[in-house]
């Protein structure tokens, strides 16, 4: 039976941009997080004036509802909320206009990463981030998470490469937030609506900005005998003064699955690699490359392999980010997570990680953006095996809070969605966290826009990683 | 200073801006002081600690932006943020200095600060590390926000390395021409005539490009008109047809050193409400820098 809130959306859209089957419905309930929700009614907006019907809909109804990009995100920020609407962005996946001269260009939030920069590369441009998930996020999901990736490093997160947004507020207003003028009047909505996690209202244009190709790139894979040895490279390659493109480390559980999956001469035998890519100037790179390795001798650096050609690069590079394909190799399923840690905490933290995983008789592997201290433990396991979904959580929650102990934060890319919400606690005071929802109530008073996600219900303060109502793990 | 002075020095802070009656903060009186006849604070000043490894600095927000700068030099690493006054008014206005093009803009500096809110409270955020996204960006909305939401009491930085070999060039070249082909200049400014190059990296990198460019080695910037505009990047050519009066643009970017005022800036309807919105919810009796209109601020 059609309800009078599906009735009134297809008034308001085509018939079939609105779908309320059960099959179809149940394809939106989850994002790439193991969590769930049930949404009403999914509808595929392909204009800024379908998002605002929806959400005008979703006022008259005073119905919630949650923006969705490609549901790569894995913190269950685009879980639906019960009896809401998902408003799929993925149609609306055009690139509107670019400037190659004043590198930046609108497009569409449905917009995959990776296409916009490989539609572009002709230009000699690229768009920075450049998450692990690039082929198939949306541009409209990094803005809502503030994504990141491996050439955050020297780059910045997502939030550095957005110019404009033109978004639907949640209470049905159109407005474009910032400019493509650098110094707009006011207060920062732009920078304040990236990272806000579909909680503030649906992007419907994105103004990004390129980046200039490197004349040079080198790539080099460096492996030690102690993980400790690697991670202190990090630290010591900053403090010199050099901040390379990425910097990347896979211990050693990880080169193995990984070099069994491409078969790229990984060195599975040694503890841990160092991938680390060094761009800009021929003399620059050149120099930087040359101090890297003396810096790496200092650390007891095994061998040293530096790409030949683009093809070795784009080797070792699909190494790096395969990682998660290979894992299956091991276990069906894995649990993955993310935490930021001073760089010089590395040594210390990921020692921790071990010991906890190993207290709790399950297997981690460790591919991470160490440049930025941006840990990613793979808790590796089956679910069939009875008892292992508690320690797999149980071991999040413990790595979760020796990163924050560290002087860390909950999470450097994947945000805090439902995953985290329960645990912002560990950061942030009810004064900080009020504050938080301050800013939230003045975009969305009647908190109609992905609700209930990122901010602790107060009463649920004391109630840590309780699992929200309406999902499951 | 320790970590208990600190928030000594913070707490105390708080108390001065207490929980009732107009107030005010002021650093050195260099982007505009003060809102006058109104009761004044002053942040908390002085560097708290170095982590030249993490590129992180947690300073006072009344520090003086030199002295922040002279203490970073001595392990290779600066700011990318303007010279002159403190740290927390650098931030509250949110303007950024020449070299944007090739830093990027102040506001991408901020890790984490922690300010006195309009109940006299304490609150923090962001974090300590160079990536976090936990939580909503309330740093991005502090930067800019002229003390009208909070006052800045102490803040984490992100530092960047010193620069290795910075150069000014001049160019009669077309200023686009130059965008295109050199790579990653720290600033391009152009007058409508002459176009300032400011590169950096190793000496054989800089023969190469200055070829390139046609450039010709000079002692520095031009200096810059006391007006400010704020042009998308794409209009700035229209600089020398349809606006009069002696100008340096930062080209790639959009800022406009001028000797005249800039245009009033239309607001959107929607912008002005969000805006009300959210002053309402930190500050609803309007007792922070009172009288200061964001949106009116050009």
Known sequence: ???????????????????????????????????SGHPAVVCFAESTGDVQAIIQVANEFDVSFVPRGSGTGLAGGAVPPTGSIVVATSKMNRIISVDPVNRMAWVEPGVLNLDLSTQIAHLGVHFAPDPSSQQTCSIGGNVANNSGGPHCLADGVTSAHIHAIEVVLPDGSVTVL??????????????????????????????????????????????????????????????????????????????????????????????????????????????QIERIRELATNRNVGTIRVAADDAERALLWKGRKSAFGAIARI?????????????????????????????????????????DGNLHPLLVYDAREPGAVERVHAAGDEIVRVSVAAGGVLSGEHGIGLEKRDLMPLMFSEVDLAAQSDLRRAFDPKMLSNPDKVLPSPAGCGDIHSVPEGAWV | ??????????????????????????GLGSRGGPVPDVRTVVAPSGIDWIQPAE??????????????????AEHGQCLAIPDGGTIGGM?????????????????DTVLQARYVSAKGEVVKAGGPTVKNVSGFDVCRLLVGSQGTLGFLADVILRTRPLPVGERWFTSDRDPWELLGCLYRPTSLLWDGGTTWVLLDGHGDDLVQQAELGDLVAVDGPPPLPPRRWSLPPSELGGLTTHRPGPFVAEIGVGVVHHTQAADEVAVDPTVRALHGRIKHEFDPTGRMNPGVDVLAIV
């Open chain 2, 1 to 26: 200073m320790s970590a208990s002075a600190i928030d000594r020095a913070v707490e105390s802070f708080a108390a001065e801006v207490g929980i009732e009656g107009p107030v005010t903060v002021t």
């Open chain 1, 178 to 287: 910032a400019g493509e003028d650098p110094e707009p009047t006011g207060y920062d909505l732009r920078g304040v609506f990236v990272g806000s996690e579909g909680m503030f209202g649906v992007a419907t244009k994105v103004c990004v900005k390129l980046t200039q190709n490197a004349p040079d790139v080198a790539t080099m894979l460096l492996d030690f005998a102690d993980v400790a040895d690697g991670a202190q490279l990090v630290s010591d390659i900053i403090a010199d003064g050099i901040v390379p493109a990425a910097v990347e480390m896979m211990d050693q559980l990880c080169l193995r699955a990984v070099e069994e999956f491409i078969h790229a001469g990984l060195p599975v035998d040694q503890a841990a690699a160092l991938l680390i890519e060094v761009v800009g100037l021929p003399a620059s790179v050149a120099s």
């Open chain 1, 1 to 35: 039976m059609t309800t009078p809130l599906v009735a009134r959306l297809r008034q308001r859209l085509r018939p079939d941009q609105v779908r309320d089957g059960a099959a179809e419905v149940s394809l939106y309930r989850r994002d790439a997080s193991n969590l």
């Open chain 1, 331 to 371: 276990k069906p399923n894995y649990y993955l997570h993310d935490t930021v840690v001073p760089r010089h905490k590395l040594p210390e933290v990921l020692a921790s990680v071990y010991e906890i995983a190993s207290r709790h008789e399950l297997l981690v592997l460790n591919v991470f953006h160490a440049g």
């Open chain 2, 55 to 72: 590129m992180t600095i947690g300073c006072g927000a009344g520090t003086p932006v030199e002295e922040v700068e002279a203490a970073l």
């Open chain 2, 91 to 107: 931030l509250a206005v949110g303007r950024s200095g020449i070299r944007r093009l090739g830093w990027g803009p102040v506001r």
